[in-house]
Nanobody, 124 residues
């Protein structure tokens, strides 16, 4: 079992930046994939970015490519999502997820554990 806690969300103006963190605890001695998802009001949850256990493989949704960067520090059991050039359409609750595997990509059903989410609001 892995517990995930996100932090770093907030209110930012368009063009600004935020850095989300995802602290993992519990059974973190084994390799696990990580991903970031978001859900806006009235919309389905969508994949934003994903990263493999070693960080050698990553995925980005087309809507965030070139603006967001996913990373992780396994020594700290923490994942990150650096979000730059934020747009109002990035407004959503952002969720961190982990999977008991090397890499899970953008597939929601391949993730085993989820955080509680952190709100990101981008004003125009």
């Amino acid at each position: 079992q892995v517990q995930l806690v996100e932090s770093g969300g907030g209110l930012v103006q368009a063009g600004g930046s935020l850095r989300l963190s995802c602290a993992a605890s519990g059974r973190t001695s084994r390799a696990y994939a990580m991903g970031w998802f978001r859900q806006a009001p009235g919309k389905e949850r969508e994949s934003v970015a994903a990263i493999s256990w070693t960080g050698s493989r990553t995925f980005y949704a087309d809507s965030v490519k070139g603006r967001f960067t996913i990373s992780r520090d396994n020594a700290k059991n923490t994942g990150y999502l650096q979000m730059n050039s934020l747009k109002p359409e990035d407004t959503a609750v952002y969720y961190c997820a982990a999977a008991d595997t090397y890499y899970s990509g953008s597939f929601t059903n391949r993730y085993d554990w989820w955080g509680q989410g952190t709100q990101v609001t981008v004003s125009s």
